[in-house]
């Protein structure tokens, strides 16, 4: 442990927790959970007493340690961070000891880490939904726990639901039975026997089914998307054993993959043994299957290596974009990896520029203190983090030769959580004799600098030519050229080009609106039913205030809750001054129903004062 972990009260200097058995029951009429969480404790100084556990909005029942009843306070609530239980033991322990900690408690109905759906919210329209969501900061709000990545745990967990509804965790099913204190309900045990942080542990309810789509996977959905997601993710065998081939053994046993309702906030979260997607990479022709390569290769960088804290998140995601292209270039070839690189860079200049090239929040390693991780999230950790280390394959003899680092620093750091000093203090042992290279690196500027990196790599555009020399007929083109636009322009390209056709228009003045219906009329973007694809393409129109796009880009942004879409989406219309009103009244009335997190940071890009 080196400094402290500014977005959590956990007192982990003074212990760490080992192990969780946690007693949940999931009470939909209430929109509660109501638990026991037995938090196996390793004492790390002599004379110990007291310690300091997570929460959020929690209704604490009681607090029991080694059985015998211990007496416990609340501090102030923080803004973010919750509220610190601070738990005095009855006894003293001394250095090596161990204790189990005992808590009952109650969620409340707007933890952040929780959505609670109503029947109509689902496909199936039956059943009510609940899902979780812990990443970054958010497992408090679901568990009293030290809620901190630097802390790894293994867990054993049981659920009690409905009899109907099926319950998943991130962990491996360890069997399901009548809830002997209920007939109406059903207990599902779960047991996750490889540490982790409390930031991986995730729940699901629901009307569930599954599909065998390999010999360690299924994936899992409400009925109606589970063919489409078997087909959609078919190539995820193929993913983890190219993962397996470079990053090592695959330590988590089955990887499944749950396809969750439209409001899930994020494109995918690496839940260990069951990866959650949005059902926006649907696409029907596996082209958005990255995310899924993305989310394996966390079962390495992230999930084994963990950062220490969220000041250090590049170095889940940056390692974790980098393998998800190595991956990528074992399955389509170089070009491609070179072309998902250099529209990573593309992604990063968006974020620099909406965030502010002056921005501290653009550091590769920001200091969050005061800062709530929800706020600082962006494209910055993965791209920036991207970019780092493929300057450092080229300078350091290649693909091949940086994969060996790679591949040796998970090794040495498996199981435990790092910083950014201790990656780069093994950087420079796994390459001493390179030094010289290293040391020419411009290291303040890369890691603790806002604004662009200070050396741009260089990337093949072979893939990305044709999307370049088409952006520019579109934005050189004058009223009468128009006519020279046809259907043939896009025949040839990928979904991948088109998006980053599509993406270099949105990095230019907008164009006029006689170009965009133009585009309309010869390409008929409207009909493309890619997310990726669509929302770019609504961004667009939006921006060239095509007023017909401005029912439905707020239709998309409030369809489906991806924040990677529905923030833009809000903020395009937005900014678009006559339909400003309309933004914000559509957000009113769709509020209720949207991701706690979600609602609360487009609120924030709306301008509308949070909910009380
Ligand atoms: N771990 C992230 C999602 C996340 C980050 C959730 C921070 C909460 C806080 C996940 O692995 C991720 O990066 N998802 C991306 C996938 C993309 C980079 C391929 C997404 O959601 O779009
Ligand atoms: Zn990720």
Known sequence: MSAADPSS????????????????????????????????????????SCLTLDTRDLKIISVSANGQEARFDTGAKHAFKGTPLEITLPFELSRGQNV?????????????????????????????????????????????????????????????????????????????EADPRDAARAVYRFRQNVAVPSYLIALVVGALESRQIGPRSSVWSEAEYVDRAAFEFSETEAMLKTAEDLAGPYVWGRYDILVLPPSFPYGGMENPCLTFATPTLLAGDKSLSNVIAHEIAHSWTGNLVTNETWEHFWLNEGHTVYLERMIGRRLEGEPFRQFKASGGWKDLRDSVSTFGAENPLTNLVPDLREVDPDDAFSSVPYEKGFALLYHLEELLGGPEVFMGFVKSYIQTFAYGSVTTGQWKDFLFTYFKDKADVLNKVDWNAWMFTPGMPPVKPRYD?????????????????????????????????????????????????????????????????????????????????????????????????????RMKFTRPLFREVFHFEKYREEAVRVFLDSRAAMHPVTSGLVAKDLKVTAQP
């Open 461 to 561: 555009t072979a893939l990305a030519d044709a999307c370049v020399a088409l952006c520019r007929r579109w934005t050189e083109a004058k009223e009468r050229d128009l006519s020279g636009f046809g259907a043939a322009d896009v025949e040839r390209l990928s979904s991948h080009q088109l998006v980053e056709f599509l993406s270099l228009l949105l990095q230019e003045e907008p164009l006029p609106l006689s170009h965009v219906k133009k585009m309309q009329e010869v390409y008929d973007l409207d009909a493309r039913t890619n997310s990726e694809v669509r929302f770019r393409w609504l961004r667009l129109c939006v921006r060239s205030r095509w007023e017909e796009a401005v029912p439905a880009a707020l239709r998309m942004a409030t369809e489906q809750g």
């Open 100 to 176: 189990i900690v005992e808590v009952s408690y109650e969620t409340s109905p707007g933890a952040p880490a929780l959505q609670w759906l109503t029947p109509q919210q689902t496909a199936g329209k039956k059943h009510p939904y609940l899902f979780s969501q812990c990443q970054a900061h958010h497992c408090r709000s679901m568990l009293p726990c030290q809620d901190t990545p630097a802390v790894k745990h293994t867990y054993y967990a049981q659920v009690s639901v409905p009899k109907d509804l099926v319950a998943a965790m991130s962990a491996v099913r360890d069997g399901r």
């Open 9 to 48: 009260f956990a007192s982990a200097a003074k212990c760490v927790s080992r192990h969780l058995n946690l007693s949940l029951r999931v009470d939909f009429d209430a929109r509660v959970i109501r638990g026991k969480v037995a938090l196996t404790l390793e004492v790390l100084e002599d004379r110990f």
